[in-house]
């Protein structure tokens, strides 16, 4: 492993490690949660959720409120609804 002085190149996997997390792109902002038959949309979730599921994709903001206006159920934990501001 080679290391220089502050500001210069930095070779190892420390520096691989810090190159990953900064190209890693942010995580989404909604997520929808789909059902076993992926035609079922289950729950509406914020990306930051700590109880998504494990069929979920990201969501656009239109498609989450889209999604709960049709009653799609938002997610009891997170409650999508409230950070999208929509009384259900």
Do not use: F, Y
């Not at 914020?46 to 989450?64: F, H, I, L, M, S």
């Not at 889209?66 to 009384?87: F, M, N, W, Y």
């Amino acid at each position: 492993m080679r290391l220089e002085i502050e500001g210069q190149r930095q070779s190892g996997p420390l520096s691989e490690q810090r190159v990953g997390e900064e190209r890693r792109p942010p995580p989404p902002e909604w997520l929808i949660e789909r059902g076993l038959d992926r035609n079922n949309i289950v729950a509406v979730h914020t990306g930051e959720c700590w109880d998504p599921g494990k069929r979920v994709k990201p969501a656009t903001r239109a498609q989450a409120i889209d999604a709960l206006r049709h009653q799609v159920p938002a997610c009891s934990k997170c409650r999508p609804d409230t950070a999208l501001g929509i009384e259900l």
